[in-house]
């Protein structure tokens, strides 16, 4: 998470259900995901949207889901406007996974076609301490960021949701999930 000036917001550590939360309205704000190539070394896949309304097996290599509907909810793929759609959100995806039915595919593509990939910190959203554009971890060869970052479009609702995202690399070989709660107070 970033403020919107790409300065990252620390956690106020993880809450009951285990996930790091962050505290935030709801929009207004940078989300950011990093990665570095894993076990098999190879580099960091940077598609963000990778759709096929037939075939639920084609997918990005970043994936993103929600444990709540963000924004308005709409089940529309990449609805980010301008006329003749409006800009609308992103539903849930409950069971929280990341195959299995044309819903999640559109779900994960529909999240994931508002964000964009960085393959070196001069790109990053994020900026260090002295306001320069950097990765927040030196081991990360790409960062995907919201662009240009979470709106009205993708309001958060009160209360938590959880965040939960994955990367593949050049050959489709998916990473470690992991979560983090967004928090929005009322």
């Known amino acids: 998470m970033a403020r919107a000036d790409g300065l990252p917001i620390a956690s106020i550590g993880p809450q009951d259900d285990g996930y790091p939360t962050f505290v935030r309205p709801a929009s207004g704000f940078i989300i950011y995901i990093e990665a570095s190539p894993g076990i098999s070394g190879l580099r960091v896949g940077t598609a963000t949207f990778a759709f096929n309304a037939n075939d639920p097996n084609v997918l990005p290599d970043l994936q993103i889901i929600v444990s709540r509907p963000l924004g308005d909810g709409s089940a529309a793929v990449c609805d980010e406007g301008p006329s003749p759609l409006p800009i609308g959100g992103v539903p849930a995806t409950v069971p929280p996974a990341f195959g299995g039915s044309q819903a999640v595919s559109d779900a994960i593509n529909d999240f994931g076609c508002r964000f964009d990939a960085r393959t070196s910190g001069q790109q990053a959203c994020t900026v260090d301490g002295f306001f320069s554009y950097a990765f927040t971890d030196s081991r990360s060869t790409t960062q995907f960021c919201t662009s240009p970052g979470v709106g009205s479009e ?23 999930s992991k979560s983090i709660a967004i928090r929005v107070l009322e």
């Open 154 to 176: 993708l309001a958060f609702p009160p209360g938590d949701t959880i965040v939960t995202a994955r990367v593949r690399d050049v050959v489709g070989q998916p990473g470690m």
